[in-house]
């Protein structure tokens, strides 16, 4: 620990990933110096809730994890609007865009993902700035500016049918925008879900007021809207860009650090380059695989403030859980459903906008897909996480779901937040809702646990009501 004194850590990174870090550093009392460089002017904020705030059911300060002041007082250096041009690993420093240079022992890649830009013509202008009525999706700063062109009435056009386009699409569609949906793959969710669970979910949308064009490409930016390469052409007052993202590695790169599509680290987060150096979240590959969702990224933040700490957890990249943050669309993905191997139990009802899939491997659980009603996902969850040896009835009585006259009684050890793996019994420990995320950090990833939490917490039963209905979904 006497190194551990006058270590100076750096973390390059103010998102979710890097939040979640610090808290855990805090938590175990590590006493390095500990400078986060946000390149925002924003305090950290939880980026999976900006559709919310689009939506206009959360404020900013909702979204902020942690406020400037939250830092200060445990000591923390948090930097705004520091922008990192150079990681110079023989110095062992880092500059800013501003000619800053910081010198460090220890750094962490907290860098995150970038959009990507589909192959759009007249998407990009002569002079690199976006066609006038093409927005991106990805920060607060993309946030406020889609939320000033989103009249009620106008027509909205999102590229990507992925978990950010649906939850934009729904959004907008929320806020009175004629809203339509362009997927070049068959289906939706085609990186999560098989082609009856996104066939499901386009009826959902459509039900919902919302049109779906899947196998089809926007490929021209026209007076009017958009172009497909169907021929058709979509009138649009505004067209949102949510078609993916790529890890964000170039820092990485020119630092001479080996990056594969991520940067390329080892069971204790380590790159495989040089043992100063740590990569977490998104910006992070291990075992050939980079993640892109909360759970993992905050898995991710815990080991390595174990391991900077002294501990010995290890990072095994084994567990995947993925949500759907929209309203009126419920989708939990756990595993890889697709590509899984054993087993397959399946139940499709388009009539009730449903489907459920489970990969069942010597009677364990080993990948889930469930679209509609999510009233089991929490019991599910738990017995993948477990590797519960089910019976040979158990797969299918999971997927009939609760009856509409049984309300479901959580257990204590059921999870309940798959974001930051908080059971039942965790919850029901806290006082209030902010108790709970303070202590627990639930609610506080993809949001989709919320109502089943507050009906889990004395002070707030009383307006979600005592007990989980069969509407509510644990994320």
Same mark, same amino acid.
């Given at each position: !620990?006497?190194?551990?004194?006058?270590?100076?850590?750096?973390?390059?990174?103010?998102?979710?990933?890097?939040?979640?870090?610090?808290?855990?550093?805090?938590? &175990?009392?590590?006493?390095? #110096?500990?400078?986060? +460089?946000?390149?925002?002017?924003?305090?950290?904020?939880?980026?999976?809730?900006?559709?919310?705030?689009?939506?206009?059911?959360?404020?900013?300060?909702?979204?902020?994890?942690?406020?400037?002041?939250?830092?200060?007082?445990?000591?923390?250096? +948090?930097?705004?609007?520091? /922008?990192?041009?150079?990681?110079?690993?023989?110095?062992?420093?880092? !500059?800013?865009?501003?000619?800053?240079?910081?010198?460090?022992? /220890?750094?962490?890649?907290?860098?995150?993902?970038?959009?990507?830009?589909? %192959?759009? /013509?007249?998407?990009?202008?002569?002079?690199?700035?976006?066609?006038?009525?093409?927005?991106?999706?990805?920060?607060?700063?993309?946030?406020? $500016?889609?939320?000033?062109?989103?009249?009620?009435?106008?027509?909205?056009?999102?590229?990507?049918?992925?978990?950010?386009?649906?939850?934009?699409?729904?959004?907008?569609?929320?806020?009175?925008?004629?809203?339509?949906?362009?997927?070049?793959?068959?289906?939706?969710?085609?990186?999560?879900?098989?082609?009856?669970?996104?066939?499901?979910?386009?009826?959902?949308? &459509?039900?919902?007021?919302?049109?779906?064009?899947?196998?089809? /490409?926007?490929?021209?930016?026209?007076?009017?809207?958009?172009?497909?390469?169907? $021929?058709?052409?979509? *009138?649009?007052?505004?067209?949102?860009?949510?078609?993916?993202?790529?890890?964000?590695?170039?820092?990485?790169?020119?630092?001479?650090?080996?990056?594969?599509?991520?940067?390329?680290?080892? *069971?204790?987060?380590?790159?495989?380059?040089?043992?100063?150096?740590?990569?977490?979240?998104?910006?992070?590959?291990?075992?050939? &695989?980079?993640?892109?969702?909360? %759970?993992?990224?905050?898995?991710?933040?815990?080991?390595?403030?174990?391991?900077?700490?002294?501990?010995?957890? &290890?990072?095994?990249?084994?567990?995947?859980?993925?949500?759907?943050?929209?309203?009126?669309?419920?989708?939990?993905?756990?595993?890889?459903?697709?590509?899984?191997?054993?087993?397959?139990?399946?139940?499709?009802? %388009? @009539?009730?906008? #449903?489907?459920?899939?489970?990969?069942?491997?010597?009677?364990?659980?080993?990948?889930?897909?469930?679209?509609?009603?999510?009233?089991?996902?929490?019991? @599910?969850?738990?017995?993948?996480?477990?590797?519960?040896?089910?019976? %040979?009835?158990?797969?299918?009585?999971?997927?009939?779901?609760?009856?509409?006259?049984?309300?479901?009684?959580?257990?204590?050890?059921?999870?309940?937040?798959?974001?930051?793996?908080?059971? =039942?019994?965790?919850?029901?420990?806290?006082?209030?809702?902010?108790?709970?995320?303070?202590?627990?950090? =639930?609610?506080?990833?993809?949001?989709?646990?919320? *109502?089943?939490?507050?009906?889990?917490?004395? =002070?707030? *039963?009383?307006?979600?009501?005592?007990?989980?209905?069969?509407?509510?979904?644990?994320?």
């Amino acid at each position: !620990m006497s190194e551990q004194a006058t270590e100076r850590l750096v973390v390059i990174g103010g998102g979710m990933a890097a939040v979640r870090f610090v808290e855990e550093l805090v938590a &175990r009392s590590y006493t390095g #110096s500990v400078t986060v +460089l946000a390149d925002e002017q924003h305090a950290p904020y939880n980026r999976i809730l900006l559709s919310a705030v689009l939506e206009g059911t959360h404020s900013v300060d909702a979204i902020t994890l942690r406020s400037a002041q939250w830092f200060a007082e445990r000591g923390v250096d +948090l930097r705004l609007g520091a /922008r990192v041009l150079e990681v110079d690993r023989d110095a062992g420093e880092v !500059m800013l865009v501003d000619g800053t240079r910081l010198g460090f022992e /220890r750094l962490v890649l907290a860098t995150g993902s970038i959009p990507t830009l589909p %192959p759009i /013509r007249g998407l990009v202008r002569f002079d690199g700035s976006l066609h006038p009525k093409v927005h991106a999706f990805r920060s607060l700063a993309d946030c406020r $500016g889609l939320d000033e062109a989103a009249g009620a009435g106008a027509r909205a056009v999102v590229v990507g049918g992925g978990l950010l386009g649906l939850q934009v699409a729904r959004a907008l569609s929320i806020r009175g925008l004629h809203t339509e949906v362009v997927e070049g793959a068959e289906h939706l969710l085609a990186s999560q879900l098989g082609e009856p669970g996104g066939r499901v979910l386009a009826r959902d949308l &459509r039900r919902l007021g919302t049109e779906v064009y899947t196998g089809a /490409r926007a490929i021209r930016m026209t007076d009017e809207g958009v172009r497909l390469d169907t $021929g058709y052409e979509l *009138s649009a007052d505004l067209v949102v860009l949510t078609a993916g993202g790529r890890p964000s590695t170039a820092l990485a790169r020119r630092a001479g650090l080996m990056v594969r599509r991520g940067v390329v680290v080892d *069971s204790s987060l380590r790159s495989v380059t040089d043992d100063r150096i740590h990569a977490i979240g998104d910006c992070a590959e291990h075992r050939r &695989r980079v993640t892109g969702f909360v %759970p993992p990224a905050w898995e991710q933040a815990v080991v390595l403030a174990d391991v900077l700490t002294g501990g010995i957890a &290890r990072y095994d990249g084994s567990r995947s859980v993925a949500r759907l943050r929209a309203t009126d669309l419920e989708v939990a993905v756990l595993g890889d459903p697709e590509r899984a191997t054993g087993e397959i139990v399946e139940m499709t009802n %388009p @009539i009730a906008g #449903s489907h459920r899939r489970l990969v069942v491997e010597g009677g364990v659980i080993v990948a889930a897909a469930l679209v509609g009603d999510l009233s089991r996902v929490g019991l @599910i969850t738990q017995l993948y996480d477990r590797g519960t040896v089910l019976g %040979p009835d158990e797969p299918g009585q999971l997927l009939l779901g609760e009856p509409a006259s049984q309300p479901v009684v959580l257990p204590d050890e059921a999870e309940v937040c798959a974001c930051a793996g908080v059971s =039942a019994g965790a919850i029901r420990a806290c006082a209030s809702l902010a108790d709970c995320r303070e202590t627990t950090r =639930a609610t506080t990833g993809c949001g989709g646990c919320e *109502s089943v939490v507050r009906s889990l917490l004395p =002070a707030e *039963s009383a307006l979600a009501g005592a007990r989980v209905g069969p509407g509510a979904s644990p994320s």
